[in-house]
């Protein structure tokens, strides 16, 4: 039997043309489920602790710039001060809404995993996904995983300190000392001997283009990311706090009605 070449080559043509629009909606909902199941494997609770420590700290010190302003507006006195009963139910009616609100847009990390998302589906092809979550899941993975979720917390912590922003404020001792907890917990946890010989896959990932490459994204990439949400927080928080103004001003009445 003679077969027509040309035929079959235009038979393949169209086959090859074909096949990929089939199966790009398939492979883009199939590496959406990738990218999913990468993020499920971290867990950043102390970088978010550590962030809410310092947003706790703004709102603070946002709110007794507001009460010290208002305080001098209706010439309160020296005795409108933090030592005060009306300024402290004052600062408990502010601190509720404003921690509220901190939760909503930064602490329960639902404005990042978008973010996140759109950075691995740059970053890593649907066959690199598929070797990060094979390595990540196995043991010596899921402890490279806690390393690298405890060294961005540890970034996030030196921005804040090394620039200055982190200070004793008083009021906000219960969630530094929460953010602490979590962090030398997460240290005690991520540690792990590089001499085990159970370990020379952790250190073939760790050492290989896309164990490094996976390192710079998961660490460096997602801390920048983190550390400018933090930022633009912090910067709505005067506003936020100045917005609530009118739920303490018959407390500021009380307090000049009761000193006569």
């Known amino acids: 039997m003679i077969v027509d070449t040309r035929q079959v080559a235009a038979a393949l043509l169209a086959l090859a043309i074909a096949l990929p629009v089939a199966a790009n909606p398939?492979?883009?909902?199939?590496?959406?489920?990738?990218?999913?199941?990468l993020i499920d494997l971290h867990d950043l609770?102390?970088?978010?602790s550590i962030g809410n420590y310092y947003l706790k700290q703004e709102s603070l010190l946002a709110i007794r710039s507001l009460l010290v302003?208002?305080?001098?507006?209706?010439?309160?006195?020296?005795?409108?001060?933090?030592?005060?009963?009306?300024?402290r139910r004052a600062e408990g009616l502010l601190?509720?809404?404003?921690?509220?609100?901190?939760?909503e847009e930064f602490a329960d990390l639902g404005w990042l995993?978008?973010?996140?998302?759109?950075?691995?589906?740059?970053?890593?092809?649907?066959?690199?996904?598929?070797?990060?979550?094979?390595?990540l899941r196995s043991?010596?993975?899921?402890?490279?995983?806690?390393?690298?979720?405890?060294?961005?917390?540890?970034?996030?912590?030196?921005a804040l300190s090394f620039s200055g922003k982190l200070k004793d404020v008083?009021?906000?001792?219960?969630?530094?000392?929460?953010?602490?907890?979590?962090?030398?917990?997460?240290?005690?946890?991520?540690r792990f001997s590089i001499e085990d010989a159970t370990n020379v896959e952790g250190q073939r990932f760790a050492l290989s283009p896309l164990g490094k490459k996976y390192f710079v994204t998961a660490i460096l990439k997602l801390t920048g990311?983190?550390?400018?949400?933090?930022?633009?927080?912090?910067?709505?928080?005067?506003?936020?706090?100045?917005?609530?103004?009118d739920q303490v001003r018959p407390l500021l009445e009380e307090f000049k009605s009761s000193r006569g």
Request: hydrophobic share 40%.
């Open 69 to 87: 302003r208002m305080g001098r507006e209706q010439n309160l006195g020296p005795d409108w001060n933090p030592a005060d009963t009306y300024w």
């Open 139 to 158: 043991d010596v993975g899921r402890k490279q995983v806690k390393i690298m979720d405890h060294t961005v917390s540890t970034h996030v912590m030196m």
């Open 45 to 48: 609770k102390t970088s978010v």
């Open 26 to 37: 398939q492979t883009a909902a199939d590496k959406g489920d990738q990218i999913a199941e």
């Open 225 to 245: 990311i983190v550390n400018r949400r933090i930022d633009e927080v912090a910067g709505t928080l005067p506003g936020q706090v100045d917005a609530y103004a």
């Open 113 to 135: 995993r978008p973010r996140w998302h759109d950075l691995d589906n740059r970053e890593f092809s649907s066959e690199e996904l598929d070797v990060l979550l094979t390595h």
């Open 170 to 190: 008083a009021g906000a001792e219960a969630d530094r000392a929460r953010m602490q907890d979590l962090w030398n917990a997460e240290d005690a946890e991520m």
């Open 95 to 103: 601190i509720g809404p404003v921690m509220a609100r901190i939760a």
